[in-house]
């Protein structure tokens, strides 16, 4: 069990696992912003080729 008490988790392991979520929360918020960043760039490359192909 964590910290050896019965599930109790020490000061250090909390930090520690408070630590890897807000880490965590950053990644995923870095993902988000990727993933926007992924679909406006795939809207703009839809819209140019849509109007080189209404020009051929």
């Given at each position: 069990m964590p910290g050896g008490r019965g599930g109790l988790v020490s000061r250090a392991e909390l930090l520690k696992l408070i630590e890897a979520e807000a880490k965590n929360d950053r990644l995923m918020a870095l993902c988000d912003r990727l993933e926007q960043q992924i679909d406006a760039a795939t809207d703009k490359?839809?819209?140019l080729l849509n109007a080189l192909m209404a020009q051929v």
């Open positions: 490359r839809t819209e």
